[in-house]
Antibody, heavy 117, light 109 residues
């Protein structure tokens, strides 16, 4: 089963850019798969951020679209998330996910990103 | 945007009991597009059910899903101690978008 591991700064300053990377354990990054980012503010529910296909096609949550970029680097077996102009409301645990059939099948362990000065 | 409303928000039960969790959509959703997740404290969510009624790999058969159009349910029979967690329903819609219910917290009595 594929393993996913998020990495990146745990603290980002307000108005800055949040950047995370998800390492994929095997060559499935190059297969016909969709990969997503999901976040969860402390003590709250889940919010889908967006997804990327192996060929680079992306879809984003309309509420975040103007600030989000998801990219993929198959040579490095990873995909990435950038979220610009962050505020305290962007403080959350961020998960990278392998999509399943209209579902989110395999999740990384998550990484907490705090927006604070 | 389709809104999912889960009920109850929380409930307390004892091991061995059976429970049914509800997820209601603000408009009709294809049964292919509904999934359920379990999340334990400090852990990532785990996919339980996809396509309304299909168990994900390794999910015990005491978990079952059903429903159609706007009303979907997750039933857990013979509750085990490890089943006490938060459960989320999810739907997929076009243009591509995943949305989640607010969650149901299942607590041990």
């Amino acid at each position: 089963q594929v393993q996913l591991q998020e990495s990146g700064p745990g603290l980002v300053e307000p108005s800055g850019t949040l950047s995370l990377t998800c390492a994929v354990s095997d060559g499935s990054i190059s297969s016909s798969n969709w990969w997503s980012w999901v976040r969860q503010p402390p003590g709250k529910g889940l919010e889908w951020i967006g997804q990327i296909y192996h060929n680079g096609r992306t879809d984003y949550n309309p509420s975040l679209k103007s600030r989000v970029t998801i990219s993929i680097d198959k040579s490095k077996l990873q995909f990435s998330l950038k979220l610009t102009s962050v505020t305290a409301a962007d403080t959350a645990v961020y998960y990278c996910v392998l999509n399943g059939a209209f579902s989110l099948a395999s999740w990384g362990q998550g990484t907490l990103v705090t927006v604070s000065s | 945007e389709i809104v999912l409303t889960q009920s109850p928000g929380a409930l307390s039960l004892s091991p061995g009991e059976e429970t049914t969790l509800s997820c209601r959509a603000s408009q009709s959703v294809s049964s292919r597009y509904v999934a359920w997740y379990q999340q334990k404290a400090g852990q990532a969510p785990r996919l339980l059910i996809y396509g309304t009624s299909n168990r994900a790999t390794g999910i015990p058969d005491r978990f079952s899903g059903s429903g159609s159009e706007t009303d979907f349910t997750l039933t857990i029979t013979r509750l085990e101690p490890e089943d006490f967690a938060v459960y989320y329903c999810q739907q997929f819609s076009s243009p591509p978008m995943y949305t989640f219910g607010q969650g149901t917290k299942l607590e041990i009595k």
